[in-house]
């Protein structure tokens, strides 16, 4: 008997793509790091488009503005938050990349 993820039409598409990747054997968990630093540039790059829609720069209304943001703007605390935590996530990957390219080798 075959394995249903192996004969499935649909399944052998995720499996052959996702399960069995035809990957080197040496890829590690670091590689990840590529990935998910574009995923929280992408999330950077949306949250602040968001956030500068209500954001104010002038010194008399930029604290009356972020208070908009978090009271008035539906989730606006949460984005907010994304963007501030989403920038420590993209320093942390961003080091944690390079020191896996130094570590590697793989800068040459």
Known sequence: MTNIRKSHPLFKIINDSLIDLPAPSNISSWWNFGSLLGICL????????????????????????????????????????LHANGASMFFICLFLHVGRGLYYGSYM
Do not use: P
């Not at 829609?53 to 978090?70: E, G, L, N, P, R």
């Open 42 to 81: 992408a999330i950077q790059i949306l949250t602040g488009l968001f956030l500068a829609m209500h954001y104010t720069s002038d010194t008399t209304t930029a604290f009356q503005s972020v208070t908009h943001i978090c009271r008035d703007v539906n989730y606006g605390w949460i984005l907010r938050y």
